[in-house]
């Protein structure tokens, strides 16, 4: 089975710069997050999914570049605007097509919010136990 790392580094050179970005910004923001694959893809769980990179070449992946998906994008505030609900309940993405589409400031405060959901999330289920 490949490394994350392995993973990255076999995508075509637009995709693996930047999912490589994408990869640095999650683990900087939240350096005990937990990577994992599922769906043949990095996810990066805490108490659960919260997020995933998913390049294009991977099946089920967008037909260009690379997007990163929230797990709970419903209920992230989106305040920034950037998170595409499309007809999904529950998912949401942000697209990259290009190095330079990548708002690192943005994507850390979205992050930290995802990461805030989870928490409250994991409290709600062990009041429930």
Same mark, same amino acid.
Do not use: A
């Given at each position: 089975m490949k490394t994350i790392e392995e993973f990255i580094y076999d995508l075509p050179k637009d995709e $693996?710069? #930047?999912s490589s970005r994408l990869r640095d910004i #999650?683990?900087?923001?939240a350096p005990d997050f937990e990577e994992k694959f599922s769906?043949?893809?990095?996810y990066f769980f805490r108490h659960r999914r919260i997020c995933c990179i998913w390049p294009a070449s991977?099946?089920?992946?967008? $037909?260009?570049?690379?997007?990163?998906g929230f797990c709970r994008g419903n209920l992230?505030?989106?305040?920034?605007?950037?998170?595409?609900m499309g007809n $999904?309940?529950?998912?949401?993405? #942000? $697209?990259?097509?290009?190095?330079?589409?990548?708002?690192e400031d943005i994507l850390i405060e979205i992050l930290q919010e995802a990461i805030l959901v989870d928490e409250d999330l994991a409290k709600k289920k062990r009041k429930i136990r």
């Open positions: $693996r710069e #930047i #999650i683990l900087s923001t769906y043949g893809v990095p991977s099946p089920g992946g967008p $037909r260009h570049g690379v997007f990163i992230l505030s989106n305040q920034q605007g950037v998170i595409d $999904r309940k529950r998912y949401g993405l #942000i $697209r990259y097509y290009d190095m330079k589409d990548i708002q």
